[in-house]
């Protein structure tokens, strides 16, 4: 009970998260997500994100109080997203931990997004390894951060230079057929699948890419193979078999993920590798980072998949180290910050 009570509010992108932790315990996680509503669109709809982020914010706060079993005034701490991620959806959020702060009278901590998602598997996992190589895999981020010391910010190795890891998953999965967003939907169908049957390209893995863009990552040529070979199937009258496609690009993307995500840990001399964001729910994923990562020695911690997704767990659990650790509160000008590296 001498540990901080903190509240932390997640809306860079389509969830109203609200989340409230204890030190390292999670004691309420309250999640609204607007996905069902960018569902007919393929894709989120800032607008329309934004729109249900201020539709969810109280109820999403009370529930999460709730599920707590305090009262708003109990809270010692509110921390929030104020980068990267859509600027009026972030906004939201930033508004609404700020009315908390000022109202409540207690500090508030502006969080980095990706270094909540680190933060988050103290949760689970209990005090973070730091250093450690997170590798963030989501709609709108595929990552290698270094991460010294998490309060302080994480350091970008190297990143995606088009399509991120969920979107391919997402773009794939709708040339194939399957519902929004695909990423769940591909990894089931995998399962009865052949990940050898169809060869695609691992993006960035020749020598030459690797001089240059060694911790990088590249999908959008990955997904135009697919939609190649999908569309060179049609055009002979063969049927596609979804298992076997969905298998074989599911492979493409943990192979290249998890061998440049292992090789980043090593060149750094890093011992545990921390994957986070909604891809770090891929079964295979799993199954691909832990075998290599263990080949040299290299530990590999992965949330639950609950916690991978954007939450407001996260937030404050990232909220709660800044507090332990002695860090400053930040301004009540705090701005919402879209491009926040
Ligand atoms: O972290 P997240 O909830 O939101 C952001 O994009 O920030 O990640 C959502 C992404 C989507 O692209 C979704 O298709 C993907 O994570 N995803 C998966 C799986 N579960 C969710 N991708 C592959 N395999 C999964 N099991
Ligand atoms: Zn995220």
């Not at 569309?231 to 049927?239: F, H, I, L, M, W």
């Not at 090593?266 to 290599?292: C, K, P, Q, T, Y």
């Not at 639950?304 to 990232?318: F, K, Q, S």
């Amino acid at each position: 009970p001498d540990e901080p009570l903190v509240l932390g509010i997640e809306t860079s992108c389509d969830e109203t998260g609200v989340g409230i932790v204890r030190g390292h315990t999670l004691l309420a996680d309250a999640v609204a997500s607007s996905v069902e509503e960018h569902a007919r669109f393929g894709g989120v709809v800032p607008e329309v994100a934004s729109r249900a982020h201020l539709d969810a914010m109280v109820p999403t706060i009370e529930r999460a109080c709730e599920t707590a079993g305090i009262a708003l005034n109990d809270v010692d701490a509110i921390a929030v997203t104020s980068g990267p991620g859509l600027a009026g959806a972030l906004l939201v959020g930033v508004a609404s931990a700020k009315a908390l702060a000022l109202g409540l009278g207690k500090p508030l901590y502006g969080v980095n997004h990706l270094a909540a998602h680190v933060a988050v598997d103290q949760l689970e996992h209990g005090a973070l390894p730091e250093p450690c190589l997170a590798m963030l895999v989501s709609g709108g981020h595929s990552s290698l951060l270094e991460v010294a010391d998490v309060t302080q910010g994480v350091e970008p190795m190297g990143s995606t230079l088009d399509d991120a890891a969920g979107e391919a998953f997402d773009k794939v999965a709708r040339l194939l057929g399957l519902p929004f967003p695909g990423g769940p939907h591909i990894d089931r169908a995998a399962r009865s699948g052949n990940s050898f049957a169809i060869d695609f390209p691992r993006g960035l893995t020749s020598k030459r890419d690797l001089e240059r863009h060694r911790f990088d990552f590249s999908f959008s040529g990955l997904k135009t193979a697919v939609a190649r070979w999908v569309e060179a199937q049609q055009r002979d009258g063969v049927a596609i078999d979804v298992a076997d496609v969905a298998a074989s690009f599911q492979e493409a993307v943990c192979d290249v993920l998890t061998r440049k995500a292992v090789d980043a840990a090593r060149h750094r001399g890093i011992e545990d590798i921390l994957i986070g964001g909604g891809v770090a729910a891929n079964s295979r994923l799993r199954v691909l980072a832990e075998e290599r990562a263990s080949a040299h020695g290299i530990r590999v911690r992965v949330p639950r998949p609950g916690l991978c997704t954007d939450n407001g767990a996260m937030v404050a659990a990232l909220g709660s180290e800044l507090v332990a650790r002695g860090r400053a509160p930040s301004a009540l000008d705090l701005p919402a910050d879209s491009s926040q590296p």
